[in-house]
């Protein structure tokens, strides 16, 4: 079984719709982060936590929020999705320190209509 | 500014040939991490390497190897001998002690042609 894992993998919804992306992970990190990539951008930094006390805004965190549920659990949250959020969304997890190596999820495509 | 300078967009290669993706890096940090990440079609993003500011060795895994210059603030990935599998979209990317995240290039873009 994958190490992180999104759901869902793909979805597309319509303008003005909220919706929650959801990551999981197994490998007992502390931080999880939610970058968004687009074409021609690398990826992003969305919001970031470091415990299930800690979370904090990363680069581009307009328009989003984010809940750390659990240790393992971190969502993401489009209150009012917007065409310009399509992009494909990763979740990350790393050990402790900022300089730990990032894993990542497979992924969630999103298109919003 | 630019903290990750992936220039290359594009490259296409015929199978077997060597590449050398390039990265240069801006940072004014002595102590800081850089990584390559491999992106296949598929779409998930996979670790490659990772690497620290202060050791300056080239490492060789396979048919993978990384050169990093200090000097010139270039942590280049060269493939030998590139296969099919190879195709995909590469990332460096920089992390700084202290910050919060990685700085990612945009990526190249490898095209291996059989």
């Known amino acids: 079984d994958a190490d992180v894992t999104q759901t869902p993998r793909n979805r597309i919804t319509k303008t003005g719709k909220r919706i929650m992306l959801e990551c999981s992970q197994t490998k007992g990190h502390d931080r999880m982060y939610w970058y968004r990539q687009d074409p021609g951008l690398g990826l992003r930094l969305i919001y970031y936590?470091?415990?299930?006390?800690?979370?904090n805004k990363g680069e581009i965190s307009d328009g989003y929020s984010v809940s750390r549920q659990a240790q393992a659990k971190f969502s993401l949250s489009l209150e009012s999705a917007i065409p310009n959020q399509t992009a494909l969304y990763f979740c990350?997890?790393?050990?402790?320190?900022?300089?730990?190596?990032?894993?990542f999820g497979p992924g969630t495509r999103l298109t919003v209509l | 500014a630019q903290k990750v300078t992936q220039a290359q967009t594009e490259i296409s290669v015929v199978e077997k040939e060597d590449v050398t993706l390039d990265c240069v890096y801006e940072?004014?940090?002595?102590?800081?991490?850089l990584f390559w990440y491999k992106q296949p079609p598929s779409g998930e993003l996979v670790f490659l390497i990772r690497r620290n500011s202060f050791d300056e060795q080239n490492e060789i895994s396979g048919r993978y190897s990384w050169n990093f210059q200090k000097s010139t603030s270039s942590f280049n990935f060269t493939i030998t001998a590139s296969q099919v599998v190879d195709s995909a979209v590469y990332f460096c990317?920089?992390?700084?002690?202290?910050?919060?995240?990685?700085?990612f290039g945009t990526g190249t873009r490898l095209t291996v042609i059989p």
């Open positions: 936590s470091f415990d299930v006390k800690d979370i």
């Open positions: 940072t004014r940090d002595t102590t800081y991490y």
């Open positions: 990350a997890t790393a050990r402790g320190l900022s300089t730990d190596t990032q894993y």
């Open positions: 990317a920089l992390s700084e002690v202290g910050a919060n995240n990685l700085f």
